[in-house]
Nanobody, 123 residues
Framework: QVQVVESGGGLVQAGGSLRLSCAASGRTFSSYTMGWFRQAPGKEREFVAA????????AYADSVKGRFTISGDNAKNTVYLQMNSLKPEDTAVYYC????????????????WGQGTQVTVSS
């Protein structure tokens, strides 16, 4: 059992930055894969980034590599998504998710999902 809650979304200008937070809780949350996904209007949900608390190398979608950084704060049980150089095409609802298994980009492998937080990037 893991619960995840996202926050930090908002409206920003192209080229700006936002940091999303995902508060995670559960009996063994520290052993889970934590991922970020996003879904834009009219599009399917897509993978953004993922990490494991054990220290594995994070994974990123090609579209955000070099601009976004996923990280975790063990003391706060929180995962972050630092988003820099934002583009209008980054506009979407961003979801935090947790998986019992290995780190993948497949949303079907994630067992727990947050409610989503809106990120809007204006041009």
């Amino acid at each position: 059992q893991v619960q995840v809650v996202e926050s930090g979304g908002g409206l920003v200008q192209a080229g700006g930055s936002l940091r999303l937070s995902c508060a995670a809780s559960g009996r063994t949350f520290s052993s889970y894969t934590m991922g970020w996904f996003r879904q834009a209007p009219g599009k399917e949900r897509e993978f953004v980034a993922a990490m494991r608390w054990s220290g594995s190398i994070p994974a990123y979608a090609d579209s955000v590599k070099g601009r976004f950084t996923i990280s975790g704060d063990n003391a706060k049980n929180t995962v972050y998504l630092q988003m820099n150089s934002l583009k209008p095409e980054d506009t979407a609802v961003y979801y935090c998710a947790a998986s019992r298994g290995a780190m993948t980009s497949n949303p079907f492998t994630y067992n727990y999902w947050g409610q989503g937080t809106q990120v809007t990037v204006s041009s």
